[in-house]
């Protein structure tokens, strides 16, 4: 791919998206920033760059679609639901997802960099302190995980269904837990209690951060890189620190401190597992219990596991551009960012 | 046939429109043995083929005529935006099925009875569902009127609470407005037929009216967010109101009559009664105060349990199945019948006549 391209970034104006487009202008790229028709966009910096077209369309609605994106060379597309019940995400994350890729077709965009999540993966049936990469098992118990794993796991079928059909250049990027301002607490660390009390389930095991900016950089490479075609990439940064390091790098940084209940990932483990039991014994395992209470939930969560970006590494060369004390100063003081 | 031993045949069914709604449907579809789920179809692939994997169809489709075409099908479910259900039921009973349709059946009566002349001469059944009249909590309030408990009925409230025009999501979406906008009432026109309903089975007829309808949000999607409406008809008077921009959520029905009143809400279910006890006029407050704590504790038990089995207030929709696919089989009156839909559409047209307004 040339240098400076037309980009499609679809979420634009989400947590990651603004970054992407950012990350995108900054490379010289010309951006079609597609965001919702009621999207405020005050929060973003990059509104008055001319090399930024903001195309306000929902992908629920394939209606003009292919005409606003139309002379793209490439498709980043970000745009998923994070929330809300089933249907609402199906709508927002497999439903747009098909009408991106009609628009594309009809528009005869052939480029697509897919960006899918860690969620996609099976967790419950790994071994604790073994390795996730780009080719371990993706998730087959759909109906014991939640919402947000089915509608992804969904979405990144779609893709490669119709990218494989149309013999399209499909990159498929698996964010681990994407951090950065305001997005500091991450639900693989435990629960919120209120604003200042954090539940933190286990100790040692890993998280799979990504720093917001080291992820949208990782995104703008493999839409750059002729390598990226055909691949699957996990993004996360070089360090990965633990449940009780990262809970105490953030509390340095945050005031008033929070307090943190600390329950052992063993306990947690056996508390689950007695959860499942009674609803199988009670409620023929069709109860409605919360996350932390379904095994398969608890285990994507939570499990101690190790993660790697070597992949990424080695065939695009990339590197995180910031370390994770340099990324948590920039989420936790006041300067400003690209995005 | 019931009489004489043989099973009514099982039933092909076809669900048009894989949004919400049609996970109640099709939960029923997969479990009954009356009905055997062909196909679901929807105008996103990805939604029809969802349905159809996780419900068990035979075939997922995009296209409802093609579908028709293709399958032989004894009824369609048609669970589509409240704006196109005549034309879907209409190529259905053209296509010889029976139909049930997501309230509101039609815009207007008018339209409404072109839609039912049509089911008369494709001798098929043509049914909408009402689903809340099927909860529990109705049918007790019900059984309570039909034992004499309340006496003659005098009075009847239907409030619903909605707190949605502050919410993006759903009906209040800002980013893709619903299309039940388009309707009359706009989008409360795809709600107000379960007050309708409701009110309708304790109100032997509506003959006088009195209707405000207002705007409390600036929300660009709603034509109206509140709706109140005074109907009096046969000696009953009804109270319908709807509301969304109060909290919590609610759907309380109350019905006072000569000699008690019993009240719920479908939303966070309890009743309470008030009818004469043992112990006279001196000590009956103070037993139905008893009673219904007792019944209130009971209720909240029932509640959380109702939360983890994932019983929510559109348990209705099951019933309403159940009963009509009885209905279909054996060739007896579906619960919801033409009368039902009529007077139901003609109260809808008369909360939005000219002359009936405040």
Known sequence: ?339 | MVETGIEPATLRAAVIGAGPISAEHLRFLKHSPAAHLVAVCDISESLARFGATRYGADNSYTNHEAMLEREQLDVVHVLTPAHTHCKIAADCLKAGTHVIVEKPIAPTNEEFRMLAAMAQWQKRVLTEDHNYRFNEQIRAIEALRDAGSLGEVREVDVRMALNITDADTGLADRNVPNPCGTLPAGILHDLLPHLCYLALRFLPSADEFAVKWSKHSEHPSFTYDACDALLIGGGVHARLRFVSHEWPDCFTVIVRGSKGTVETDLYQPYMKLLVPRRGGKQLTPLVNQWVNGIGLAKSSVTGFLNKVRRRTPLEGIQTFLVETYKALRTGAPVPVSYEDMDRTTRLMDALLAEENQI
């Open chain 1, 1 to 339: 791919m040339s240098p400076a391209v037309r980009l499609c970034i679809t979420g634009a104006s989400g947590f990651l998206g603004r970054h992407v487009v950012a990350e995108a202008l900054k490379r010289g790229h010309e951006v079609w920033a597609v965001v919702r028709p009621a999207a405020g966009l005050s929060h973003v910096n990059w509104l008055e760059d001319p090399a930024v077209h903001i195309v306000r369309a929902d992908l629920r609605r394939p209606e003009g679609l292919a005409e606003a994106i139309s002379g793209c060379d490439a498709v980043l597309h970000l745009a998923a639901a994070v929330g809300g019940e089933l249907y609402t995400q199906l709508a927002g994350t497999v439903v747009g997802t098909e009408n991106l890729l009609k628009a594309m077709q009809s528009a005869g965009i052939r480029r697509l960099i897919a960006v899918s999540s860690f969620s996609v993966y099976g967790y419950i049936g790994k071994w604790s302190h073994s390795t996730l990469s780009e080719t371990s098992p993706l998730e087959t118990r759909l109906d014991e995980r939640d919402d947000y794993c089915l509608t992804k796991v969904l979405q990144e079928r779609l893709v490669r269904e119709v990218s494989g059909r149309e013999g399209w250049a499909l990159t498929v990027v698996r964010p681990g837990v994407i951090y950065g301002r305001d997005h500091l607490w991450t639900a693989c660390l435990g629960a919120e209690l209120g604003e200042r009390t954090w539940i933190r389930i286990g100790a040692w095991a890993k998280v799979p951060l990504t720093y917001v900016e080291n992820c949208a950089d990782a995104i703008l490479l493999c839409a750059e890189r002729e390598e990226a075609i055909g691949e699957t990439f996990n993004i996360v940064d070089d360090r990965c620190p633990s449940h009780r390091g990262y809970i105490r790098l953030l509390r340095r940084r945050i005031s008033p401190r929070p307090r943190v209940i600390p329950v052992s990932w063993t306990l947690m483990r056996l508390v689950c597992r007695c959860a499942w039991i009674s609803n199988q014994l009670f409620f023929d395992g069709e109860g409605k219990l919360p996350s932390v209470l379904v095994p398969a939930r608890m285990h994507a969560r939570c499990k101690p596991l190790r993660y790697t970006n070597k992949r990424l590494r080695k065939t695009l060369g990339w590197s995180p551009r910031y370390s994770l004390e340099e990324a948590l100063d920039r989420s936790t003081r006041d300067m400003e960012l690209p995005a």
